[in-house]
C-alpha cells in the first residue's frame, strides 16, 4: 500500500468471512479511481469473492489481474451484467459516469458498490433514488475515510457508547497530495469529478451525518478555489463548508490538495467530534512528527485523558455488514438513505459554493 498517494491508497484489514465460499461473487468494473483496489480488499477479507474484471483499457485490466489474480477479464460490460451468479458489481469510473453504469447493473438485478463520489449532479441521486425504489437492490457508496479507516471507526463506536455524551459540533479536515503528474485529465476537470466540495468534501458530509446521528442538514455557506494550479482553470484546490444538521448538530469542514511533499503520507486528515460530556480527535494517517502509522483516537472526557492506538485493532465491519445487507436485504452497514443524503448535501456544498477569486500576494512574488 503507497502511503504517499491518496489515488491508489488500497488498506488491508484482517480477514473476517461473513458468508460461505461461493455464496457471494463479485465484479469490478471501471478501473479509472485506484480506489477500487481497496473496495475489493474490503469485500475480499469479508468473504466475497472476485469473479471478474472489466475496463475498456486493457492495460488497466492487465494491472488488476496482477494484483487479483483469481478475477477473470471479462471481454465486455455485458457479460458481467448477465452473468447470473454475479450478486455485485464495484465500480470506479470516471465519477461523472458512475450513476450510468449503477443505473445498469440495477437494471440486471446485481446491487452496485460505487467510490465516491457516486454522483455529480442532483438529477443523478434522483435517479438512482427511484431505481433502488424499483428493484429493491443496494446502490452502496465507498466513503472510504470513515468506513476504511480504524482510527475513524472505533470514533464512532466511542460515540454509541456515550463517551462524549451527544454530538453537538464536527470539525473536519481532508488535505489530499494532488500528484498532477500521475493524474488523468480528466482529474483536473469540474465537469467530471463534480468540484472538490462533491469530490473529497463527500467524504466529510458523511461522517458528520454518522458521528452527529443525523438524517439531514443544510449548507449554510461553501467557498472553492484555485490558488495554486492556475494551469488547469476547471480544477479546485480549495473548498470549505458550514452546515447545521436537523438535530441542531454544527458542522465545519476545509479540504485541499496542499499536503506538502515532506509530510509522511499523501493526507493529514482529521476530524474532532465535540460532545456534552467530551471531545474525540482522530488523526486517520500520521501522527505528524510523532508516529508515521495512523489511526489516533484522543478522547477527554470526564474520566480524563485517553490516547488509542488502533491500527490493526478494529478492523472495516463495513464490508461484512454490507455483504449480510445485500444477501438479506437489511440496513445494518449503512441506511440507503445515509449514503444518499450525504451525496446530495455535497452536491449542494458544491452548487452553493461562492468561487474565491484572491490576486496574488506580495509575499509569493
Known sequence: MNKNDGMNYSPKGKVNRVVNEGEFLFAAMGLDHGHIYGMCNGLLEAGGELAAVYDPDPDKVKAFIEKFPQAKA????EEILTDSSITLVAGASIPSKRCDLG?????????????????????????????????????GIYYSERLHVEGAVFAGQLIEEGAIGRVV????????????????????????????????????????????????????????????????????????????????????????????????????????????EGYIEVRKYIDIARD????????????????????????YPFFGEFILDCLNDTENAMTQAHAFKAAELCIEAQNKAIQVEQAESVAAK
Do not use: M
Request: charged letters at 25%.
Open 169 to 276: 459540533q464536527v470539525i473536519g479536515t481532508g488535505p489530499h497530495r494532488a500528484n498532477p503528474d500521475s493524474r488523468p485529465d480528466w482529474f483536473f476537470d469540474r465537469d467530471y469529478v463534480g468540484g472538490i466540495l462533491c469530490d473529497i468534501g463527500s467524504h466529510q458530509i458523511e461522517q458528520f451525518l454518522h458521528y452527529a446521528g443525523a438524517k439531514d442538514a443544510e449548507v449554510l455557506h461553501s467557498k472553492v478555489a484555485n490558488y495554486k494550479f492556475k494551469e488547469h482553470p476547471k480544477f479546485e484546490d480549495f473548498g470549505d463548508a458550514t452546515l447545521v444538521a436537523d438535530n441542531g448538530a454544527t458542522f465545519y469542514f476545509r479540504v485541499d490538495w496542499f499536503t506538502p511533499d515532506g509530510l509522511g503520507t499523501w493526507g493529514d486528515g482529521r476530524v474532532t467530534i465535540l460532545g456534552t
Open 103 to 139: 443505473l445498469k447493473v440495477l437494471d440486471h438485478g446485481k446491487h452496485y458498490f460505487v467510490d465516491k463520489p457516486a454522483f455529480t449532479t442532483l438529477e443523478q441521486v434522483e435517479k438512482a433514488k427511484k431505481k433502488t425504489e424499483e428493484t429493491g437492490l443496494k446502490w
Open 292 to 315: 508515521n502509522s495512523g489511526d489516533h483516537v484522543y478522547l477527554v472526557n470526564q474520566e480524563g485523558e485517553k490516547h488509542f492506538a488502533c491500527h490493526g485493532k478494529v478492523g
Open 74 to 77: 471479462a471481454a465486455s460490460e
